[in-house]
């Protein structure tokens, strides 16, 4: 059986500074340095699939926003939230773009939360011209560490 394929990543670089609380959210960069040096929690909030198929980042905390190939709502997300990450840690939400993460984002802030961020460009980024993800922005377009089993 092959080994999972990793992407070790870029060094942590010095500290990041986090801007106020926002949907707006942070870059991939700032989001790894973030994270890396301890600073902050990750949580991929998409579905069980895309994390299987596409690939991860290690040590993330997963709580999916939506569920299953048709991406239906998670009514627990807040809940999950609060239970596997707590409410006094700056939390940082990755998803495929950065959509579904800046409505996560959004509904943990009007759950209370006070320190999440949006991972902008999400793990993948957008579409480019002809159609594919990670050409153009993204988690894994910035070369930064994620694995894929």
Known sequence: ??????????AVSAEA??????KDGVTPSQAWSLFS???????DVRTA????????VPDSVHVPW????????NPRFV?????????????????RSGKRSTLAAEAAIKAGFTEV????????GELDDSQ?????????????????D
């Not at 500074?17 to 926002?22: A, E, F, G, Q």
């Not at 699939?49 to 991860?56: P, T």
Request: net charge positive; charged share 25%.
């Open 17 to 22: 500074t986090l801007p106020p609380p926002s």
């Open 117 to 124: 961020f949006n991972v902008l460009e999400g793990f993948e």
């Open 79 to 95: 809940r999950e939230l609060e239970n596997k990450v707590g409410r006094d840690k700056t939390i940082l939400l990755l998803c």
């Open 37 to 43: 040096s301890g600073q902050a929690v990750l949580v």
């Open 66 to 73: 939506a569920t299953g190939t048709s991406l239906t709502r």
């Open 49 to 56: 699939e895309e994390r299987a198929f596409v690939g991860y």
């Open 132 to 148: 594919h993800r990670g050409r153009r922005d993204g988690w894994r377009y910035h070369d930064l560490p994620w694995v894929q």
């Open 1 to 10: 059986m092959n080994a999972p394929f990793r992407n070790p990543g870029p």
